[in-house]
């Protein structure tokens, strides 16, 4: 089975919402949401693939990102080790760069089946900040 190593970005507005964008396209489980991020590319750094993917997708700089959580998760085709990082500060308004729906939340309303499998466990741990 594939192994793939992804970041992902939490970003948490003033009233403390968080932004997810929704999977679009031919993307495996379009038409659901995720927190944005992507893949590490080979020789890449955590930190610096998470800032590169919040660029390319959000058109954002982040500042401070912090290590929230990091979780193993099992697909039928690949296992994922994800790192997902707390971002409080950036310059800009995120966008959908890549024409997905973006869509501010509160962690209290978030529902497991909404978002993909393996952010389960985050939604559960943003709801005990």
């Given amino acids: 089975m594939a192994r793939v190593r992804?970041?992902?970005?939490?970003?948490?507005d003033d009233d403390g919402r968080v932004l997810i964008a929704e999977r679009i396209g031919d993307q495996a489980f379009a038409g659901l949401w995720e927190f944005p991020g992507g893949k590490i590319r080979?020789?890449?750094e955590g930190l610096s693939a998470l800032?590169?993917?919040i660029d390319e997708e959000l058109g954002i700089e982040i500042f401070q990102p912090v290590l929230f959580v990091s979780l193993e998760h099992d697909?039928?085709?690949r296992s994922v080790c994800i790192d997902?990082?707390?971002i409080n500060e950036w310059s800009?308004?995120?966008e959908g760069r890549n024409g997905q729906a973006l869509r501010w939340i509160s962690p209290d309303a978030l529902e497991e089946d909404f978002l993909?499998?393996?952010d389960g466990p985050v939604i559960r741990a943003l709801r005990q900040l």
Wanted: no cysteine.
């Fill in 6 to 12: 992804v970041v992902a970005g939490i970003l948490r």
């Fill in 42 to 44: 080979d020789g890449e």
């Fill in 51 to 53: 800032k590169r993917e």
């Fill in 75 to 77: 697909y039928p085709d």
């Fill in 84 to 86: 997902f990082y707390l």
């Fill in 92 to 94: 800009n308004t995120p």
């Fill in 116 to 118: 993909l499998p393996a």
